[in-house]
């Protein structure tokens, strides 16, 4: 077994590696075999089996060659054995050495406590700058963990799905590893959905036949008219990824039967010496046009302004035959393979990585990140302030001389100042967004033409933090403000703890902790600052202090988190019912109140009810349990951040008890329709309303109707029955409900 996978991972890299560098490759399969002898994986197959799948990933997937190859080999070396870096330096040289020893020092990034992730997760993105090769090679480890996560325990495998969608899917994104992007998604929606995945997948390959024949339909011409004018083009289709196609029926709510651009059409082009790229883009675009119709609305031009990844492409949408639209993308081999390979394809065509191109760019904001750190250095803020600035996905904006500047979604005026110039950020005080005055904190599209208005009496204000998600700016405007904050400080925390004694508390840890969350502070320092300067208003401490928002439920009954067992072994049960292990299956059970042992809350964010597919935590103290969506987005972000408070859990059936849910739905206004509505719900199905909003405009009216059941199966029940209301056309369940 070993020895056939050597073999493969020789087939895909030999070819490009001299004769020394093939000897060198076999002397580090030879080391990593010998150190790794005695180890298995938990899926019981040797463990030198890991490294030479991660090094034939680093060669196919991700495009590198000999040196990366040999440190894929060696990556767990120096981590799981005697052999140290020195050790690799003398066999192979200072680069191998440096890489695996970058490695090393990135193993484990997101285990042990909070102190010791900062430190390494820091490491991390200090490769982004010294050698990309080291998080490439760390990417493709991942890869291989995900492919292989099957073996693990239910906890452990949440906590990796959840840290890989949070971080390494939008760094791969970021990166332009498209391919492992795609894999990485599809991974961690097979094991956190797994039935939603298994459906899509059904789905599609019972229509793959049917599609392939329309493929090809659509092809034939359009390859034609391409070959008949002489260019030297691939013409092929591709059905989108399973996460692709389940994020396109939750982001728009709809079934699968109404996602219309299951599969997409590329066409990747030779180059000509006698014209440039982009107008060959714009030739094949002219002459595909002959062919089929285009929709003008749906032409984005990516290679007028390429992605901050480097990709380049034009996209347009040709309606073909039957009337269905069809996504084609048009671009050149070197185009095709910074698609693939993104930062990789760089350095194979010679087009460097500097401040001249958006990835260059990119690569000098994550160093603005070590030479301007923020007031607050957790874990959790360092963590956030790189994902929300650096690898959120972007827009793209233009200065008054048409310069383009990519931005995170959902940055503000005051982003962009800080991103043209710290000068011209510290002045700023409105800005012209197309010719119209806007304020600081308007959010940007993309497309926008941006002119900042300046002041040299302005000086940054501490409400500006609110106003930017950049950590360019966010650092910028702390170090302006820096000096000011430090009597405000303390003013802030002395106004505090005076509100705090008017209403006999003193003020400790989980006061501040809760005020943190509660008024969106980034730390404590905020906290207190902004108390200082104002932002914050006392006025309604108390209400906030005793304020709570448990699920609504039948009174005098509650929930009981105890272990499952197999077989309904009370006793066992009984047993282990105030111990929580984190190995085991626990039950959401009903139970008298009063007689909890552990307590249990539904996560406001996402509002989860008996039946919904669950992730659970365990807060710090160890006593209470929160419960979220397994695709709540907050769940997904604590997945990644404290996974090791993950525990394992299923719903009991639920009797009692009822949960409150928010319905919304659409439909034609008639007279009698409200009627009609209620009662369904509460004559038909004996149900109990808290709240209805109602809106009726233009002959359509829109509905909010906050009710209670006791599981997703009553759910269920209730939305048919809703639907075979004649006006009704849309009922779906809301996000969220407010307590």
């Known amino acids: 077994m070993i020895e056939a996978a050597?073999?493969?991972?020789?087939?895909?890299?030999?070819?490009?590696?001299?004769?020394?560098?093939?000897?060198s490759i076999r002397k580090a399969f030879n080391l990593a075999n010998d150190a790794h002898k005695e180890a298995t994986r938990l899926s019981g197959e040797p463990y030198i089996i890991h490294p030479v799948e991660v090094a034939k990933i680093v060669v196919s997937k991700i495009g590198l060659s000999y040196k990366s190859t040999v440190a894929a080999l060696l990556h767990d070396v120096v981590e799981d054995s005697h052999y140290t870096v020195d050790d690799i330096r003398q066999r192979f040289g200072d680069k191998i050495a440096s890489i695996v020893d970058g490695l090393t020092k990135i193993e484990g990034v997101f285990e042990g406590d909070?102190?010791?992730q900062a430190e390494n997760f820091k490491r991390i993105l200090q490769t982004l700058t010294d050698d990309l090769r080291v998080i490439l090679i760390k990417m493709a480890d991942r890869l291989h963990n995900m492919r292989t996560l099957g073996a693990m325990p239910e906890n452990k495998r949440a906590k990796i799905v959840g840290e890989t969608m949070y971080f390494f899917v939008p760094l791969a994104h970021r990166l332009g590893l498209y391919e492992i992007k795609t894999e990485l998604e599809n991974l961690c929606l097979k094991h956190s959905l797994p039935e939603e995945y298994n459906t899509i997948q059904r789905k599609l390959e019972e229509g793959e036949e049917a599609r392939?024949?329309?493929?090809?339909?659509?092809?034939?011409?359009?390859?034609?008219?391409?070959?008949?004018?002489?260019?030297?083009?691939?013409?092929?289709g591709y059905t989108r990824s399973v996460y692709s196609v389940w994020h396109k029926m939750n982001s728009r709510n709809i079934p699968f039967e109404e996602v219309s651009d299951l599969f997409a059409v590329s066409i990747v082009f030779e180059t000509s010496a006698e014209t440039t790229e982009r107008a060959q883009c714009w030739k094949i675009y002219q002459l595909i046009t002959e062919v089929y119709r285009s929709l003008p609305n749906r032409l984005i031009d990516w290679t007028n302004t390429p992605k901050v990844n480097g990709y380049e492409a034009l996209h347009c949408t040709l309606v073909g035959p039957l009337g269905s639209w069809v996504e084609v993308q048009i671009r050149s081999r070197r185009m095709d393979e910074i698609a693939k390979?993104?930062?990789v394809a760089h350095w194979k065509y010679k087009i460097g990585i500097d401040q001249e191109n958006e990835l260059g760019k990119w690569l000098e904001q994550?160093?603005?990140?070590?030479?301007?750190?923020?007031?607050?250095?957790?874990?959790?803020?360092?963590?956030?302030?790189?994902?929300?600035?650096?690898?959120?996905?972007?827009?793209?904006?233009?200065?008054?001389?048409?310069?383009?500047?990519?931005?995170p979604q959902g940055a503000t005026v005051l982003d962009f100042a800080y991103n043209v110039h710290t000068g011209l950020g510290n002045k700023a005080i409105a800005a012209k967004v197309n010719h119209k005055l806007q304020a600081l904190n308007y959010t940007l599209k993309s497309g926008d033409q941006v002119e900042i208005i300046t002041a040299e009496t302005q000086r940054p204000q501490a409400d500006w933090l609110d106003m930017v998600i950049t950590p360019k700016a966010k650092s910028r405007i702390m170090d302006a403000l820096k000096e000011e904050l430090e009597g405000p400080y303390q003013q802030g925390q002395q106004m505090l703890e005076s509100a705090l004694r008017k209403?006999?508390?003193?003020?400790?840890?989980?006061?501040?902790?809760?005020?943190i969350t509660v008024y969106k502070a980034t730390s404590k320092h905020d906290l207190f600052t902004k108390i200082a300067a104002g932002v914050i208003n006392l006025s309604d401490l108390e209400t906030i202090l005793r304020y709570n928002t448990p699920n609504k439920r039948v009174r005098y009954w509650g929930l009981q988190f105890i272990p499952f067992v197999g077989g309904g072994d009370k006793r066992k049960e009984e047993q282990e019912k105030e111990k929580i292990n984190k190995k085991n299956t626990y039950l959401l059970k009903e139970m008298a109140e009063g007689k909890a042992k552990l307590s249990y809350k539904a996560a406001p964010c996402c509002n989860p009810i008996p039946g919904d597919d669950i992730i659970c935590f365990l807060d710090e103290v160890g006593t209470g349990v929160t419960i979220h969506k397994t695709k709540c987005r907050e769940a997904l972000q604590i997945s990644a951040q404290h996974g090791e408070r993950i525990i394992s859990a299923r719903w009991a059936k639920h009797t009692a008890m009822s949960f409150l849910v928010r319905l919304e739905m659409r439909g034609v206004d008639r007279i009698g329709i409200l009627k009609d509505i209620t009662d369904v719900i509460t004559g038909e199905l004996s149900v109990n309303i808290r709240r209805i909003n109602l809106m009726a405009h233009d002959g359509i009216f829109e509905a909010e109707i906050d009710l209670y059941v006791h599981d997703t199966e009553d759910l269920e029940a209730l939305i048919g029955n809703v639907k075979k209301i004649k006006g009704v056309v849309s009922v779906k369940r809301g996000a969220k409900v407010d307590n």
């Open 366 to 407: 994550v160093k603005d990140i070590f030479n301007y750190p923020s007031d607050d250095q957790s874990t959790l803020a360092f963590l956030d302030r790189f994902r929300s600035g650096l690898l959120a996905f972007e827009v793209y904006v233009y200065t008054p001389k048409g310069e383009s500047k990519a931005l």
């Open 6 to 23: 050597f073999a493969e991972l020789a087939q895909l890299v030999y070819d490009r590696c001299s004769k020394e560098e093939r000897l």
């Open 503 to 515: 209403i006999g508390i003193t003020l400790f840890g989980r006061v501040v902790n809760k005020l």
């Open 341 to 343: 390979h993104g930062v």
């Open 114 to 116: 909070t102190s010791l």
């Open 212 to 236: 392939q024949e329309f493929i090809q339909r659509f092809i034939r011409p359009v390859k034609e008219k391409l070959l008949s004018e002489g260019l030297q083009v691939k013409v092929k």
